[in-house]
């Protein structure tokens, strides 16, 4: 009843606001409610964004539910406020495993889609550095090496997400990628993209030239875009590498072509848009367990690399998110076990978790 009456009187609250889509007017007095995100939006714009236990959660509960936070409700007010003529900003969200880090971007990144900008997202960079089935030499610089299958996948991904700017923007540059095979200047984005998808070998160059002509156009005069860049565990792209060539020889981040190309991306040398990341000790190797802050997971050459930043902190809920994360479970009938709905069981709950999102989510999947 009391989570009902809750989620009223949000509903209510956001159809008041007129003139301005609900998830654009989240505020302070929004704080610890849910909101749903459209079904249509997730298949476009998390195709393979969210974490698997909150894909599962949507699967059993039949929507996608995004409690409305602290660290997001900052990001996004500054986005409101930034002047886009200047360089890109570098919002960085870090906290300890399992405080919704990732959810906290997905929420942000929403904000920018329904705001009608281009999303460049990255899932998840250190899946980037992992062993992958197929590693080949570049063709277009023998000292690095390219990675077809991922590179494919992502510009799959990147294509169902932005199908409204490929026709829109045009390239500034001519590609070259076989002796035969080009992309002539002023070409549709949608065709340079194409050509990744349908020429594999040529996919890692093609995502690099992506990242070239965005990275170049947004802010410009003509460009009617603004360029948010989302990537999910941003240490990974200056941590060590599990992809190797053979026992002897372990290849460097640097060596791969997607992570040269992202690298770049990552500098705020351009304009008319925001860079937004995560730190994640998922993935990261030779790093203490308990390491959680910006300079112990990036190490000295990735902190120097994405300095200046605005560091964002994800927390633990709340007393009040907590509630609220209590209620919803209620409401959906996820907490069956009798003693789980008292108080005392709540209390329990409080004590065995923490007040974690993700080990409550662990918790209660058991109850």
């Known amino acids: 009843k009391i989570y009902q009456n809750e989620r009223k009187q949000k509903e209510n609250t956001l159809s008041s606001i007129s003139g301005q889509k609900p998830h654009a007017c989240h505020s302070e007095k929004h704080l610890g409610q849910y909101y749903t995100l459209p079904s249509a939006h997730i298949r476009t714009l998390f195709p393979s964004g969210l974490p698997w236990r909150y894909q599962q959660q949507v ?35 870090y906290g300890q495993k399992g405080t919704g880090k990732t959810i906290s971007l997905c929420h942000t990144v929403h904000f920018c889609y329904t705001q009608g900008w281009l999303v460049l997202h990255i899932p998840d960079a250190h899946q980037w550095v992992k062993n992958c089935k197929e590693l080949l030499p570049s063709s277009y610089n023998a000292s690095r090496f390219d990675q077809p299958l991922q590179a494919t996948t992502w510009l799959r991904n990147f294509r169902l997400t932005n199908e409204r700017f490929l026709s829109k ?41 992506v990242m070239k002509e965005l990275r170049l156009q947004s802010g410009q005069p003509g460009s009617d875009f603004r360029l948010a860049v989302a ?45 937004i990341a995560t730190l994640s000790q998922t993935g990261s190797l030779y790093t203490p367990k308990s390491a959680y802050l910006p300079q112990e997971l990036l190490g000295e050459r990735g902190f120097d690399s994405m300095d200046p930043f605005i560091p964002v902190s994800v927390p633990n809920y709340s ?11 209620m409401d959906r009938h996820w907490l069956q076990h009798p003693q789980s709905r008292t108080e005392e069981g709540k209390k329990e709950l409080v004590f065995l978790s923490n007040r974690n999102p993700s080990m409550l989510d662990r918790i209660c999947g058991f109850l």
Not at 174 to 187: I, L, V
């Open 231 to 275: 990537v999910d565990g941003v240490n990974g792209l200056w941590k060590f590498s599990c992809v190797s060539l053979s026992h002897c020889y372990q290849v460097d981040p640097e060596e791969l072509t997607l992570i040269y190309n992202l690298r770049k991306l990552m500098r705020n040398d351009w304009t008319g848009g925001a860079i």
């Open 169 to 209: 923007i045009k390239t500034k540059h001519r590609y070259m990628w076989t002796k035969r095979e080009f992309t002539e200047e002023g070409s549709l984005l949608g065709e340079l993209v194409d050509q990744g998808i349908s020429r594999v070998k040529s996919s890692s160059d093609v995502v690099g030239a």
């Open 59 to 93: 699967k059993t509960f039949n929507e996608a539910c995004i409690m409305v936070r602290q660290p997001s409700l900052e990001v996004i007010s500054y986005l409101k406020k930034t002047d886009y003529s200047k360089p890109a900003l570098r919002y960085l969200f």
């Open 319 to 329: 007393e009040k998110e907590f509630e609220s994360c209590y209620l919803y479970y």
